[in-house]
């Protein structure tokens, strides 16, 4: 049905800032679907931030992307074609095969989705990765009704769902992020407490003027200074989720840590990391509750949308210089 298939490879490795340059188009010609197989057609990718590990050549807890090969990213496609129990032509399928116009696959390899539930890349955004990463973080340190919630990055694909959930439970919820644009829509659309922009001058004294009584919780998707702020800011017995660090990923050497690191034992701190594929067994619990509110209007969603594959790479870098405003998203067909 589909002899061939565009697809992009990592051409080299980038040293800072990643550009066009790092990318290479190519074509490939598609095998015959095989028993236990289906051929899909890509709709929807994601570009994320945990990408730009991947281009490195260092051992992490995801393999790095390989020179000459096709790239992986998480993808909501369309099955053209399936000689697999279980799935037929029409349904709709996520996957981490993304930087592909299409692929032939194992059918493990893949998940059935609703394809009433709309619009179909909510599964790559707030039903998908990055909300289950907010979920997932809120659940770890036990965030309820009463605290104070500080969040770096807020106006992000993960940020915006944790800002939400934690709103939901009750909390005050602080954000930061790097334009106007992004600050009304936290503070207008999500019900944000209260937001600053990052970039409008240091964050600590922008952090305290938005939270004077201090903050029980961070969600940390920046590091650096943000990090640093936050303990300063950090309340007795104060929790510090930490699921990224964008701010050094692309910095060739890595500058010191905060500072102001005795806040943990003065104020009795703790920090918890976590790998979202390490949650998978979660995922119904996480959906159980997330759906109904996406169902219901109760959870918001905003994606920054970029047309064709060839345009997936610039999505990707506009995404690291935080050119968008919720999920970034590829749409491929």
Not at 12 to 33: C, D, H, M, Q, Y
Not at 212 to 221: A, C, E, L, T
Request: hydrophobic share 45%; charged share 20%.
């Amino acid at each position: 049905m589909m002899a061939k298939s565009r697809e992009f490879r990592l051409a080299s490795r980038p040293k800072g800032w990643p550009t066009l340059e790092n990318f290479a188009l190519g074509e490939i010609e598609l095998p015959a679907v095989a028993e236990g197989q289906v051929l899909v057609r890509n709709l929807f990718m994601s570009v994320d931030p945990y990408m730009r590990g991947r281009m490195n050549d260092m051992k992490s807890y995801v393999p790095p992307f390989q020179i000459g090969k096709a790239m992986e990213a998480g993808a909501v496609g369309e099955v053209m074609e399936s000689r697999a129990s279980g799935l037929q032509r029409g349904d709709v399928v996520t996957s981490m095969l993304g930087w592909r116009d299409c692929f032939v696959a194992e059918a493990r390899a893949l998940q059935r989705v609703d394809s009433k539930i709309q619009p179909l890349s909510v599964y790559l955004g707030l039903l998908g990765m990055p909300g289950l990463s907010a979920w997932v973080g809120l659940n770890l340190v036990d965030v309820k009704a009463g605290d104070r919630v500080f969040i770096s990055g807020a106006a992000g694909a993960v940020g915006s769902v944790a800002g939400q959930l934690a709103k939901l439970r009750g909390c005050r919820v602080i954000g930061s992020a790097g334009s106007l644009a992004k600050i009304h829509w936290l503070v207008d659309d999500l019900g944000f407490d209260a937001a600053f922009n990052y970039k409008d001058g240091p964050v600590y004294p922008q952090l305290k003027k938005a939270a004077p009584d201090g903050i029980d919780v961070y969600f940390d998707n920046v590091g650096g200074e943000h990090l640093e702020a936050a303990l300063s800011a950090m309340n007795v017995n104060g929790r510090i989720i930490a699921c990224g660090g964008i701010s050094g990923y692309n910095e060739e050497t890595q500058p010191p840590g905060p500072r102001n690191m005795m806040a943990f034992v003065s104020k009795r701190l703790t920090l918890k990391g976590f790998i979202v594929r390490d949650w998978g067994s979660s995922i119904p619990e996480f959906q159980k509750e997330v759906v109904p509110l996406w169902s219901s209007g109760k959870l918001k969603m905003r994606e920054t949308i970029v047309e064709g594959l060839e345009n997936a790479p610039q999505a990707f870098l506009d995404m690291l210089h935080g050119a968008n405003i919720g999920k970034m998203i590829v749409k491929l067909a």
